[in-house]
């Protein structure tokens, strides 16, 4: 048996990160370019975090991966 439905935990872990993190934009040799938080990278790819909207009610993301072949640049946010 599997469980399917994360715990509270982890839950409150991913939206405490969505809240908090720094996008940072990536920009590739194709002239392509993400601005997201990245929460994780393997060999080949980056896992990555689009924060859609916060406020008091509470905050959206979206989860997608990209390849970090041909990666140019990461540059942050302004502080």
Excluded: W
């Excluded at 405490?16 to 929460?39: F, I, M, P, W």
Aim: a negative charge.
């Amino acid at each position: 048996m599997t469980v399917s439905i994360p715990s509270e935990s982890g839950r409150n872990a991913a939206l405490k990160t969505a809240a908090e993190c720094e996008e940072r934009t990536l920009e590739y040799r194709n002239l392509d370019s993400h601005t997201a938080c990245q929460v994780a990278e393997s060999d080949d790819m980056f896992y990555l975090l689009k924060r859609e909207y916060m406020d008091r009610s509470g905050v959206s993301f979206r989860t997608f991966q990209i390849p970090n072949a041909g990666l140019l640049k990461s540059e942050g946010q302004k502080q």
